[in-house]
């Protein structure tokens, strides 16, 4: 049963000023657990609401539920440093992520609901002329794809973003940077609020506390979940649990090439504009990426905080690092302060590209192992997962995103980092 | 988490140690080896490196939920 | 400027007679030694001091500490501010110069003070509902500069903060009566004891306690107790703050000014730590209760006490306990003017009413069983509206210019809620307290829920000698501190008064950011009904003050509006930092060049002297060439490689990873480390060897030699040796923990200086004496010899990475310099990287851009070695399918087609120039003097990597496209005649 909200405008927000209360209706209404499902869809994040969306938005899939073991949003959607780009190397990760970020920029409109796309521009900063080549080859390779990105030398970075421009030296100077113009910030809570509105205006039902705890199979083909609430059968069920992927290996009896990490991300108290775009500074055993929500606090994060974790509680001297690497980089921000810091788990796979693939059983399917690039792919994966399940193949964008690509030795290795996601 | 103690130099700051990966289920095939991982919830067996101390190399037996050390060996000694 | 003179000395106990001026907001004002800002500020009868940040509604100073919402000033002139400082805690200094924020023209009159009136729509999360058309964007400059408290601050001029390391037994939190109470048990248990107190002293609420404490009054006793704990050499640090830390170590922070100067980081790893950081004082939401002049009862005391500052000529207090009364006391003998006393409590005890006899009969009016319904004075508070809660229709005006609230107290339970602390709900506390701790770390005070002096000190005073005991403090504690005539505050809780919908906006639930009552409504009604959406929807307790005094209040209130209990409702998650923590401080010592440490070679200072221009690679700094042989790198770089291949030249090396394998398992251990056998080398031979990484790829490659039969000498590319040697290490372990292999980084301990060119063995000849002359002669490619120059060891090996006839000198520094100035005046020119660059890839040979993580052996080129190879670390993974597969990379060289373009790094390659099907990309490029064209290295699809195939170098970043012709990837010297002369 869908629930008619207001269709949200600045017109609406001036009719509910003089309307009484009840006006504003719940974004996704309180819906029972029903008994059976055509698909279930394990997680309420980015993913899986995005999934949910598109299932029955562009499939007609009518019964659609979405269990979340605690609330809308509660993991890594919430907890991003709200990056959005397609600036990466490989054809078979740049297509995709570029079809997300088509789709941020007109997701507001497509949900009625102000996800803040900001194309600011992401700006990855070179510090040597060797990583001059390795931004060119994967600027190259965007352009060569179709995709906007700009190589920079040292004076037009600092053009580019004059909070650059040091007083001193730079212990690790600038020597020039990759530029994707349309990439920038997206408002995190917006996108899984905005996702959980629409997908239940189209009938699906989101269930939170509701926590699903086995599978259930009959005869080599899966037939629903176990849940906190009970049973419920399902035609396909698709897991979509971030930090949690590695755990569904587990529950599943399926060894998953997932390692399970913590990522910090702080902010400093609210001030005015200053930083202007997405600042990436890797030097060497250190790096952060930086930039300043609409707010007006400046967010940053790092590198993982390096051993598996799901505490959500990040070590310090990991918060230090980041820290030091953003003062380095932006020296005048010194005196600011940092308000509040949380932490994600991130599932990391061994090269680094995320897996949406069937596992195990035909009908049941896993879209996971989104290391850094979860936030940023929703749209893309949503739409792209939700037509591998209603379809039952899986679309090109994702034709390489396989989980058996580990033993053929199809890697989508962007670092070349290997199997190894703390590097030794 | 606590401090990890080191068989050599007792317990230390974590920050001198460096993780390395989650140890592979005992009698894993070469592939399984080098791809796959444990991951449990509860209890994760893992190298780590003493490497701004020692540079020992450990095995730990911890649990990733609550951040609990429960045994610290030298590898190569766990049984 | 007007100079402002406050009317008379003041007299508190944290300001002395003298004089002090600063500014704020251009108009010069006295203070005096001792007061902050606000304080200062406050006794000329300032009431503004800012505006919130959604509404822009007019704001003064609410708290007295970090609890301030409203209060935060810009501190210096642009380039070099501080924004956002909290005005109850900024010291004035000489020329202190202060500004109030986020208002404009000015702070009497803001233009965007219009935005009040559109308070009905602009509610929680009305961005949400519109900015969509035509897009976020049209909107985002002007939200964004309507947004942020403080100004960007243009540069800083702070100082990295004093760093100390601390270590004790036990660590307490606090230095008010359960935080001493704790120490002095520790103290005379014989425990190493430290102290963290916020305050610049130490009490905490004893500094209005009228109870006594051992016979003594509560501010005698604190000096009695910092005493003895002084005697006992228990450390007392005050101005630090506790902020945080993770996994036992616990990172305190001192600000003694306020303003993010001269801080001290302290990084402390106690064995325990007793948390003693009591409560902090919350307000109660009624409308319009963010005007100047509404403010927390305590702080107005504090303002009192500690600077001498009436808050206000005509008071008014407010609340919901007994300690309104024992405050009005003391506010009247200081000759406050104190109109009435507000109390919610309507049932009370025979003590309270006691209590309001003794103040009725001072001439202040007691109105129990009553509440402030609104606030009228947009500037200031001039006049209250009050309700019989038994009869809500009645109002009762009462005039005022300053309305004191106290609507209880939360304790204050970060640091017990992180690394596994946990909470619970205590319905005598009225809220949340700290339960389960970790096992080093316990709770005592308000923090625990215990308001009760005697009780607290009592349970603090036990509990600490316990945790003595534990870490082996046995020494006799004695008696607890005993405390007489507290008592309970019989707190009942209240926490908004009753209004109508449409006043609910004006209820203010989280001061700073403008979050009301209406805004908890509205979440609710979307159905944000978890705290942490709630949280997150309304943004309640996400500013400076991290919910210390909107928090709690907001999570009761969404409890009466879903009629559900707050033990239900929950409040949401805290982390650290506990206070807000400056950037410079969090980033500690590692600011500035001092980041990460520079790593130099003993020829860095020659190097230094003699014009040359350094690169850094990792941590080292390494020379890319050297000014006098040209105006920029390229044609350096060029110079310096003709030298080379024409005469010779010498490079400094050091940086090279020299990692030395030794003990009888030494030969059979390298076997499985790298690709093809070290164990059929002969002594004083060397050979290049390639690791490989578990999965396959290559990692690294190096020459490793054989020193004796069980001792060898490896050497990794710069930059990484550290990372091979743990790889070593871990092998070790895993496979050979049983068997012998030491394993010893030898990095700085060897220099190496490469000799390379034609006349490269002649000149080391001249330079190292007739002893070498044979020895030199005899080498043979990929030999090595040892023995002495100038007393100490040297270690001479025929190698090149030049392709010209070469050698590396492998010495210890104290001979590296004259080594090498020897070598100069033989007439060889030192080259850098830049030409070292262009040699190597004219000889096709390997670098990290090619060897990314990314390539396997055969991708390589190294199917020699595969062929040849053993089971080694990552063989096992050679084999699978898409390694074999035809468009798997494979190195080529390449050049362009018409003999002059250049040739890019970063290109990618694909068939024709209207392809979007990358086939590879070249890893390398530079200009050959040698052939006089632009060569490369690349990577392209094996089945379009023949020699000879003409394929196309795409540069649509640069906007070029060349057209460039498949080369081996030995450009020059391809029998390598010249190396092996």
């Known amino acids: 049963m869908s629930v008619r909200a207001p269709r949200y405008s600045a017109w609406s927000l001036l009719r509910g000023r003089f309307s009484g209360p009840g006006f504003w209706r719940p974004l996704w209404s309180g819906r029972q657990l029903q008994k059976a499902y055509d698909v279930v869809v394990v997680g309420a994040g980015g993913h899986g609401l995005a999934t949910a969306y598109h299932l029955a938005r562009d499939h007609g899939v009518r019964r659609v539920a979405v269990l979340e073991k605690r609330l809308v949003g509660y993991g890594n959607v919430g907890r991003n440093t709200t990056i959005v780009r397609s600036n990466y190397l490989l054809p078979q990760n740049h297509y995709f992520y570029e079809d997300a970020l088509r789709r941020w920029e007109t997701l507001s409109r497509d949900l009625n609901y102000n996800v803040m796309y900001s194309p600011r521009g992401v700006l990855d900063l070179a510090l040597s002329d060797g990583e001059m080549v390795s931004l060119a080859r994967r600027g190259n390779a965007m352009r060569l794809a179709g995709i906007d990105a700009e190589l920079m030398d040292r004076a037009g970075v600092m053009k580019f973003a004059k909070e650059l421009v040091p007083a001193g030296t730079r212990r690790f100077d600038i020597v020039g940077g990759l530029l994707q113009q349309r990439g920038g910030t997206v408002r995190h809570d917006a996108v899984a609020w905005g996702y959980a509105r629409a997908a239940s205006a189209l009938g699906v039902d989101i269930i939170e506390d509701c926590e699903v705890t086995g599978l259930v199979t009959t005869a ?68 952060v990426y930086i930039l300043q929500s609409d707010r007006g606090g400046v967010v940053m994060g790092g590198f993982l905080d390096g051993f598996p974790s799901y505490t959500r509680e990040g070590r310090w001297s990991r918060l230090e690092d980041v820290v030091q690497s953003a003062v380095a980089l932006l020296p005048q921000i010194a005196g600011l302060r940092v308000l509040r810091h949380w932490a994600g788990t991130n599932d990391m796979t061994m090269d680094g590209s995320f897996i949406i693939d069937r596992i195990r059983y035909d009908n049941v399917f896993l879209n996971g192992g989104w290391c850094y690039g979860g936030f940023k792919s929703i749209p893309a994966s949503g739409a792209a997962c939700a037509q591998f399940v209603a379809t039952g193949t899986a679309p090109d964008l994702i034709r390489a995103h396989t989980l058996s690509r580990f033993a053929s030795g199809h890697l989508l290795d962007e670092r070349g980092g290997g199997p190894f996601p703390v590097r030794l | 988490m606590m401090r990890l103690t080191c068989p050599f130099c007792g317990a230390r700051e974590l920050h001198e140690f460096q993780f390395h990966k989650t140890a592979p289920e005992p009698g894993a095939n070469p592939f399984a080896a080098v791809y796959e991982r444990v991951n449990r919830t509860d209890i994760s067996q893992e190298y780590w490196q003493h490497l701004h101390g020692c540079r020992a190399w450990l095995y730990v037996s911890r649990n990733p939920s609550t951040g609990e050390v429960y045994q610290v060996h030298l590898l190569g000694t766990q049984s | 400027m007007t100079l402002r003179r406050a009317l008379s000395t003041r007299r508190g106990h944290r300001v002395t007679s003298q004089s002090v001026s600063f500014q704020f907001d251009g108009r010069e004002y006295t203070a005096q030694a001792g007061d902050t800002v606000a304080s200062a500020l406050l006794a000329h009868g300032v009431r503004l001091f800012g505006r919130s940040v959604k509404y822009r509604r007019p704001r003064g ?13 810009t501190v210096g002139t642009q380039p070099c501010v501080i924004p956002n400082v909290s005005a109850p805690q900024l010291a004035i200094t000489p020329q202190l110069i202060t500004r109030s924020q986020n208002r404009w023209p000015s702070l009497r009159v803001d233009l965007h003070a219009l935005l009040q009136a559109g308070s009905g729509f602009l509610g929680a999360g009305f961005y949400y509902k519109t900015f969509m058309w035509p897009s976020w964007r049209t909107y985002e400059t002007m939200i964004r500069h309507l947004a942020g408290l403080g100004e960007a601050p243009g540069a800083a001029d702070i100082a990295p903060p004093h760093v100390e390391y601390v270590s004790c037994d036990v660590l307490v939190g606090g230095a008010g009566a359960a935080g001493l109470a704790a120490a002095l048990a520790a103290a005379r248990a014989g425990a190493r004891v430290v102290v963290c107190e916020r305050e610049p002293q130490a009490g905490g609420e004893l500094e209005f306690e009228t109870a006594t404490i051992d016979e003594q009054s509560a501010t005698e006793w604190v000096s009695s107790a910092l005493a003895e704990l002084a005697r006992a050499g228990a450390r007392v640090l ?230 003595s005991q534990s870490v082996g403090a046995m020494g006799v504690v004695g008696r607890a501190p005993v405390g007489r005539g507290d008592t309970a505050p019989q707190l009942q809780a209240f926490w908004r008064s009753a209004c109508t919908r449409a006043q609910e906006k004006r209820q203010f639930v989280d001061l700073q950011n403008d979050v009301t009552v209406a805004d908890l409504r509205l979440a609710l009604s979307e159905g944000f009904v978890d705290i942490e959406h709630i949280k997150r929807y309304t943004t309640l307790g996400i500013g400076t003050e991290q919910g210390r005094t909107g928090g709690l209040l907001g999570a009761a209130i969404v409890a009466e509006l879903k009629g559900e209990p707050l033990s239900r409702v929950g409040v949401s998650r805290t982390r650290p930092p506990y206070q807000p923590m400056t950037l410079s401080s969090l980033a500690g010592l590692n600011q500035g060049d001092a980041l990460r440490v520079t790593r130099r070679t003993p020829l860095h200072a020659w190097n230094q002297a003699n014009g040359a221009v350094f690169e850094p690679a990792e941590y080292w700094l390494r020379t890319r060439y050297y000014r006098a042989n040209g105006t920029d790198a390229f044609t350096a770089g060029i110079q310096e490689a003709t030298q080379v291949r024409a005469h010779g030249g010498i490079l400094d090396g050091s940086t090279l990873g020299k990692i030395e394998i ?156 004259p080594l090498w100035e020897a070598l100069v005046a033989a007439g060889l020119q030192p080259y850098g990287l830049e030409a070292l660059d262009i040699l190597r890839v004219e000889k096709g040979y390997l670098v990290s851009s090619e060897m990314n993580g990314e390539a396997t052996p055969q991708d390589l080129g190294m199917d020699g070695l595969v062929n040849l190879g053993n089971e080694c670390v990552g063989r096992a993974m050679l084999g699978r399918p898409a390694f074999a597969e035809p468009q798997r990379p494979r190195l080529v060289g390449l050049r362009a087609c018409d003999g002059k373009s250049v040739i890019q790094g970063g290109a990618q390659i694909t068939l024709t120039t209207t392809d979007t099907h990358a086939l590879g990309h070249v890893s390398s490029s530079v200009y050959s003097p040698a052939l006089g064209q632009w060569i490369a290295l690349a990577f392209v699809a094996r089945d379009r990597a023949a020699p000879g195939t003409v394929l196309v170098a795409r540069d649509p970043l640069r906007g070029t496209d060349v057209d460039v012709v498949v080369t081996s990837p030995v450009h020059v010297d391809s029998s390598s005649e010249r190396m092996k002369a």
């Open chain 3, 662 to 817: 030794a003990g009888a398992d030494a030969a059979a251990f390298l076997d499985r480390l790298y690709l093809t056998k070290a164990s059929t080398m002969k002594v004083g031979r060397s050979k290049y060897m390639v690791n490989l990484r578990e999965d396959g790829m290559v990692l690294d490659d190096g020459i490793v030699l054989r020193l004796a039969p069980n001792r060898f000498l490896a050497t990794t590319g710069s930059g990484h040796a550290e990372h091979m040697l743990s790889h070593f290490e871990h092998y070790r372990a895993l496979e050979w923990s049983h068997r012998q292999v030491a394993i010893t980084n030898l990095t700085e301990a060897w220099a190496v200086i490469v000799v390379a060119g034609p006349e490269s063995r002649a000149a080391l000849i001249r330079v190292l004496g007739e002893a070498w002359h044979a020895r030199l002669s005899g080498l043979t490619h990929m030999d090595f010899s040892v023995s002495r120059w100038n007393g100490q060891t040297l270690r001479v090996l025929r190698a090149s990475f030049s392709g010209e006839l070469a050698f590396e000198l492998h010495c210890q520094h104290g001979i590296a310099v």
């Open chain 3, 61 to 73: 100073v609410f708290a007295a500490g970090p609890e301030e919402p409203n209060a935060l000033l």
């Open chain 1, 220 to 287: 080599g083909v899966a037939t629903g979940v176990e849940t906190s609430q009970g049973p419920v059968a399902a035609g396909q069920v698709v897991f979509a649990v971030a930090g949690h992927t590695g755990a569904i290996g587990t529950m599943l009896g399926v060894p998953l090439p997932v390692e399970t990490h913590l990522l910090q991300a702080m902010v400093t108290e609210p001030i005015k504009p200053l930083i202007n775009s997405v600042l990436i500074y890797v030097h060497p055993h250190g790096e």
């Open chain 3, 238 to 467: 005050y101005h630090t703050a506790i902020v945080g830390g993770s996994d036992g170590l616990v990172i305190a922070h001192a600000e003694p000014g306020g303003g993010a100067k001269d801080n001290t980081v302290y990084r402390i790893r106690p064995q325990k730590f007793v948390m003693a950081m009591g409560a902090v004082e919350r307000g109660i939401a009624f409308v319009d209760n963010d005007r100047p002049g509404v403010m927390l009862l305590g702080a107005a005391e504090r303002y009192l006490a500690r600077y001498g500052v009436a808050v206000g000529k005509e008071l008014v207090l407010f609340g919901n306990h007994d300690r309104l009364y024992a405050s009005a006391q003391r506010l009247h003998a200081a000759g406050m003017r104190i109109r009435a006393i507000i109390d919610t409590r309507g049932d009370v005890s025979a003590v309270t009413i006691g209590l309001r006899a003794r103040l009725t009969g001072m001439g202040v009016e007691c109105l129990g069983g009553h509440a402030v319904a609104e606030v009228h004075g947009a500037h200031g508070v001039r006049r209250i509206c009050v309700v019989d809660l038994q009869a809500p229709g009645t109002k009762i005006f009462i005039e005022c210019d300053a309305l004191l609230v106290s609507g209880g107290w939360t304790p204050m339970l970060q640091a017990a809620l992180h690394d596994g602390g946990q909470r619970e709900f205590a319905a005598q506390a009225g809220g949340f307290v700290a339960n389960a701790q970790p096992e080093w770390r316990t709770a005592v005070g308000a923090c625990a829920g215990t308001f009760e002096l005697s009780v607290l000190l009592t349970e603090s005073f036990r509990a600490a000698a316990q945790l």
